[in-house]
């Protein structure tokens, strides 16, 4: 999977009218951006543990280990709340009136009593960037699965998922 520039569909979730990056064939290298990309089912196995992971990949060199520390929070604000994370970050934002990062990330911390090493500036657990999605099956109660992508603009790790998301769907996959 290759992640180039497109443009955001405005009638979409997410961003609209900027560029992102987005799932699709092949595209230059110039174009390529390191990002991580994981799928989680959203329980774990039988006696506890962790989740268990379907697919976990980085798409190009220059991904960092902390994207893996972003994944699983991102993952956690989506199995809490049952919404992207990027949808999470819009309602704490439209609740704080600002949508300056320090102030948003305040905002989370404190209207959920979260958990925060740092003073209450950023959640231990969950994180309220683009990139964390929830997957849902027609009959089945809640959500089945998690795809978080870690590694580009929170934007654009929301709208590939989005994007990707929206292209299995219209396959009818």
Same mark, same amino acid.
């Given at each position: 999977?290759?992640?180039? &520039?497109?443009? &955001?569909?405005?009638?979409?979730?997410?961003?609209?009218?900027?560029?992102?990056? +987005?799932? %699709?064939?092949? =595209?230059?290298?110039?174009?390529? /951006?390191?990002? #991580? !990309?994981? !799928?989680?089912?959203? +329980?774990?196995?039988?006696?506890?543990?962790?989740?268990? &992971?379907?697919?976990?990949?980085?798409?190009?060199? @220059?991904? *960092?280990?902390?994207?893996?520390?972003?994944?699983?929070?991102?993952?956690? +604000?989506?199995?809490?709340?049952?919404?992207?994370?990027?949808?999470?970050?819009? /309602?704490? *934002? =439209?609740?704080?009136?600002?949508?300056?990062?320090?102030? $948003?990330?305040?905002?989370?911390? /404190?209207?959920?009593?979260?958990?925060? @090493?740092?003073?209450?500036?950023?959640?231990?657990?969950?994180?309220?960037?683009?990139?964390?999605?929830? !997957?849902? *099956?027609?009959?089945?109660?809640?959500?089945?699965?998690?795809?978080?992508? %870690?590694? #580009? /603009?929170?934007?654009?790790?929301?709208?590939? $998922?989005?994007? &990707? !998301?929206?292209? $299995? *769907?219209?396959?009818?996959?």
């Amino acid at each position: 999977m290759a992640l180039s &520039t497109a443009s &955001t569909d405005p009638r979409q979730p997410g961003p609209s009218a900027q560029p992102c990056a +987005t799932a %699709s064939s092949p =595209s230059p290298d110039s174009q390529r /951006k390191p990002a #991580l !990309i994981s !799928i989680a089912l959203a +329980t774990a196995p039988s006696g506890g543990g962790s989740l268990h &992971t379907l697919f976990q990949s980085a798409t190009d060199s @220059g991904t *960092i280990p902390d994207n893996e520390n972003w994944v699983r929070r991102k993952r956690n +604000t989506v199995l809490r709340w049952g919404v992207s994370s990027w949808a999470m970050r819009q /309602k704490v *934002i =439209s609740g704080a009136g600002s949508s300056a990062a320090d102030v $948003v990330e305040a905002a989370f911390v /404190k209207k959920y009593a979260l958990a925060s @090493g740092n003073g209450g500036a950023v959640a231990d657990e969950y994180a309220i960037h683009g990139g964390g999605y929830p !997957i849902r *099956i027609k009959g089945v109660e809640g959500v089945v699965a998690v795809v978080v992508v %870690s590694g #580009l /603009k929170q934007e654009d790790d929301h709208q590939v $998922v989005a994007e &990707t !998301i929206r292209e $299995v *769907i219209a396959q009818g996959n």
